[in-house]
């Protein structure tokens, strides 16, 4: 039975429920080789997992490990994970693998599926469709274990990135729609929303310096994890673009 209700190009088939033969590991005749010379998109929960786990600022880890790309629109530009030893590894990559594992990308740990978002479906829910990615230099997928999506998305902890990518996509979304009032690439604006995106300690100060949680009525719970959590500060820094830039999103003055 088709699981897919939405129509893809030839050659585009999403996997749906349907199971796929992949294994990875250290066992593995190509392992690692797809840890090298990677054009890989850094997401701003991503760089929140990795200055934590890293124990560095997010400044000390833009300026060591990441460079600008060029996204699907002219108003925002992505941040891509810098290769090392003259652009050929990984900087996280040692002799033994991954060395910050757990905390990896969402690039990386979605690998060797890919996925897609419908954020315009005809029932009122987002749908989201999973692609399998074949590179010639990985053998895994030669290896005989079986997977279904849902049951890879799980074993590597998937859920909680997307859960967060999603809510930064609504924000790249806005910044789609050029919401800088003339002030062009590089303005305050956008050099705001920049560090809200990519440096999570420099808008902690900046929210304490600015008092910005006095002014917007806050659940006391969410309050409380705000003051040292970077995950909460993320989703709030959002919620604050949103409606810094468009008036929109749930934030409410007090
Ligand atoms: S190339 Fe494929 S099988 Fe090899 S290490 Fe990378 S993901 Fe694993
Ligand atoms: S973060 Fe880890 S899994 Fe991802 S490319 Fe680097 S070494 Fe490989």
């Not at 409380?224 to 673009?241: H, N, Q, S």
Request: aromatic share 14%; charged share 30%.
């Amino acid at each position: 039975m088709n699981d897919i209700d939405k129509q893809f190009p030839e050659g585009m088939e999403p996997l749906g429920k349907s199971v796929f033969q992949f294994r990875c590991g250290p066992d593995v005749e190509c392992y690692m080789s797809c840890c090298r010379k990677l054009d890989l998109i850094l997401y701003p929960y991503d760089i929140v997992r990795l200055k934590n786990r890293l124990s560095i600022s997010s400044e000390e880890f833009m300026r060591s490990h990441t460079r600008l790309g060029s996204s699907s629109h002219p108003f925002f530009p992505a941040v891509m994970l810098m290769m090392a030893d003259n652009e050929e590894q990984c900087p996280f990559l040692d002799k033994n693998g991954c060395t910050v594992y757990e905390d990896r990308p969402t690039a990386c740990r979605t690998y060797p599926l890919e996925r897609a978002v419908d954020r315009s479906p005809s029932r009122g829910r987002v749908n989201e469709y999973y692609f399998m990615t074949k590179h010639p230099y990985c053998f895994g997928h030669q290896e005989v274990k079986e997977w279904t999506v849902r049951a890879w998305l799980k074993d590597q902890r998937v859920r909680h990135y997307n859960a967060l990518n999603d809510l930064w996509a609504e924000i790249d979304t806005l910044f789609a729609g050029n919401p800088w009032q003339g002030e062009g690439a590089g303005g305050p604006r956008q050099q705001m929303a920049f560090m809200v995106c990519y440096n999570i300690d420099g808008f902690r100060r900046f929210a304490e310096e600015n008092k910005l949680f006095d002014q917007f009525k806050l659940e006391s719970s969410f309050l409380r994890i705000l003051v040292d959590d970077d995950e909460a500060l993320l989703k709030f820094g959002f919620e604050w673009l949103k409606y810094v830039l468009a008036g929109q999103g749930r934030l409410i003055r007090k």
